[in-house]
């Protein structure tokens, strides 16, 4: 017997995808230098998702209105969040060994 994960359905999807689309742009390619800076002058850590919501770090990466992506969020049920949170965690995972090594301390723990 192999261990399959539950699959839970998305209840706003156009939230959703809006605010998935934007962590997608803020952790890719170049933009990913500028949302760690970001990140770096609000003292926020990488992992702190509803913090660095609140600094709106991932607008400021994207060029969105400020705010945005905090009201995306907060719009959405918590089942909602906890995946877009999820999947939050899993793309700053990804991110190249050397920014993480540059920006060490938005990565440490405590």
Do not use: C, W
Not at 20 to 41: C, F, M, N, P, Q
Not at 42 to 61: G, I, P, Q, T, Y
């Amino acid at each position: 017997m192999t261990f399959e994960q539950a699959t839970i359905g998305v209840v706003r999807e156009r939230e959703f995808s809006e605010l998935k689309k934007t962590i997608e742009d803020a952790v890719s390619g170049a933009r990913i230098v500028k949302y760690l800076k970001s990140l770096a002058s609000h003292k926020v850590r990488v992992r702190d998702l509803e913090r660095v919501l609140a600094a709106n770090a991932l607008d400021d990466a994207t060029a969105s209105r400020r705010g945005t992506a905090e009201s995306l969020y907060s719009s959405l049920p918590v089942s909602d969040q906890a995946q877009l949170r999820e999947f939050y965690l899993s793309k700053i995972e990804e991110v190249d060994p050397v920014l993480r090594t540059k920006f060490h301390k938005l990565y440490q723990y405590s």
